[in-house]
């Protein structure tokens, strides 16, 4: 089983808008070019213009993606490992599709600095992660700021067991 997360979905929104944006542009100044009268040039500028915020709306979307892949590769790399565990989930409160609702893992970690218990949360996937609570995970903390970190939920793809009974479970939200 694979855990599902919201975000290739989006990022296929995005390259579509961008695209939209793009010919919108290209299609505008296209004809702007030829020989348009003066009063039907407005239309083909509001063209160009709504193209050129699409377009730049959609680039916003592809860095902030880029810049959390890099962030979350960089932690992997080069982040302090913490072992922590699952000990409970929360759903997103707004974000559905077809009524099932995204949820988050939250984890504690013992940190070994101050001693105490810290408690994080994972992003959301759209899987039953009810399922995985009590489970250990791998928790990577940035070592210049502590308050950056990633929840890695890969170790848990394809062991989703009911934790009283130790029996294999089917999510039969895929």
Same mark, same amino acid.
């Given at each position: 089983m694979k855990l599902k997360n919201e975000k290739g979905s989006s990022l296929v929104g995005t390259t579509i808008f961008f695209i939209v944006g793009v010919v919108s542009v290209v299609a505008a100044t296209s004809l702007l070019s030829g020989d348009v009268p003066e009063k039907s040039r407005i239309p #083909?500028?509001?063209?160009?213009?709504?193209?050129?915020? #699409?377009?730049? /709306?959609?680039? /916003?979307? *592809?860095?902030? #993606?880029? @810049?959390? @892949?890099?962030?979350k590769e960089r932690l992997l790399s080069?982040?302090?490992? *913490?072992?922590?565990?699952?000990? +409970?989930?929360?759903?997103?409160?707004?974000?559905? /599709?077809?009524h099932v609702r995204p949820q988050a893992a939250i984890c504690q970690y013992s940190d070994n600095i101050t001693g105490g218990l810290k408690t994080v949360k994972s992003e959301y996937f759209y899987n039953n992660l009810t399922l995985c609570v009590g489970r250990?995970?791998?928790? *990577?903390?940035?070592? +210049? =700021? #502590?308050? @950056?970190? *990633?929840?890695?939920? +890969? @170790?848990?793809? =394809? +062991?989703?067991?009911? =934790?009283e009974s130790q029996t294999k479970v089917h999510d039969f939200r895929n």
């Open positions: #083909f500028i509001v063209w160009a213009v709504m193209g050129g915020v #699409f377009a730049i /709306i959609a680039l /916003i979307g *592809y860095v902030t #993606f880029l @810049k959390q @892949k890099l962030d080069g982040g302090i490992l *913490y072992k922590g565990t699952i000990i +409970s989930t929360e759903e997103h409160p707004t974000a559905h /599709i077809n250990e995970v791998d928790i *990577y903390i940035d070592r +210049s =700021n #502590f308050e @950056k970190y *990633y929840v890695d939920m +890969s @170790k848990l793809v =394809n +062991s989703y067991t009911d =934790n």
